[in-house]
């Protein structure tokens, strides 16, 4: 069973759209969550850390379900450059070593059309 | 931008050939880690190097290898290339601090080997 799960899309919606991506996790004691984007042929940037909270940064949300090991990403009034590939990350709780090391899910496709 | 550089860009191998790869972390930085990407697939952690030491692997066979500079700055060396060696190299620096593992890429170097 692999790290981390995603859907691999692709998402197709018009602009201004909601969208929502959705992830699992099979670590029970990961400690550290994000989303990165990347863009085609270019490296992962990040988008945003996840917090138990939830938290918000302009038009995306992030929720973090520890019980049900499950991360969201929720992007608001889609725009066309918000197209790219975006991945769910992992930084799972290692006990040999606390440095730690990122799980990546293989990244969901977005597309925002005009 | 992150800060991180990776050279070269882009590299063409022949199968059986040694190839080294080099990363310079982010002004601050102390840890270096490697990941491979594979086309349509998330990043798959390599290894990791704190203090010049590596600290963590990943299922990778020992032909891949890497070293940390006290600059932090990092090679990675894959000996005897295979076909399914092609992929994006991606270098992320980070500072460590507990609990926290925020780690930010270079543009990666892509690897061709025919």
């Known amino acids: 069973r692999k790290e981390v799960e995603q859907d691999p899309g692709p998402f197709n919606v018009p602009e201004g759209a909601t969208v929502a991506f959705n992830c699992t996790y099979s670590?029970?004691?990961?400690?550290?969550f994000f989303w990165y984007r990347q863009d085609c042929r270019k490296e992962p940037k990040l988008l945003m850390s996840?917090?138990?909270s939830g938290n918000e940064d302009g038009r995306f949300t992030a929720q973090l379900n520890r019980a049900s090991q499950y991360i969201s990403l929720l992007i608001r009034d889609s725009k066309l450059s918000d197209s790219a590939t975006y991945l769910c990350?992992?930084?799972?709780?290692?006990?040999?070593?606390?440095?730690?090391?990122?799980?990546f899910g293989r990244g969901t496709q977005l597309t925002v059309w005009p | 931008e992150t800060g991180v550089t990776q050279s070269p860009t882009h590299l063409i191998k022949t199968r059986g050939q040694q190839v080294t790869l080099r990363c310079s972390s982010q002004?601050?930085?102390?840890?270096v880690s490697w990941y491979q990407q594979a086309l349509g697939q998330g990043p798959q952690f390599i290894f990791q190097?704190?203090?010049?030491?590596?600290?963590g692997r990943g299922n990778f066979p020992p032909r891949f290898s890497g070293l940390q500079f006290p600059n932090y700055s990092s090679e990675l060396n894959v000996n005897a290339l295979e076909l399914d060696d092609s992929a994006l190299y991606l270098c992320?620096?980070?500072?460590?601090?507990?609990?926290?593992?925020?780690?930010?890429f270079g543009p990666g170097t892509r690897l061709t080997v025919l």
């Open positions: 992320a620096s980070s500072f460590w601090l507990a609990g926290v593992n925020e780690q930010f």
């Open positions: 670590n029970s004691a990961s400690q550290s």
């Open positions: 996840v917090y138990s």
């Open positions: 990350v992992v930084n799972p709780y290692d006990r040999g070593s606390t440095l730690g090391r990122l799980y």
């Open positions: 002004s601050g930085h102390n840890t």
């Open positions: 190097y704190y203090r010049e030491e590596e600290n």
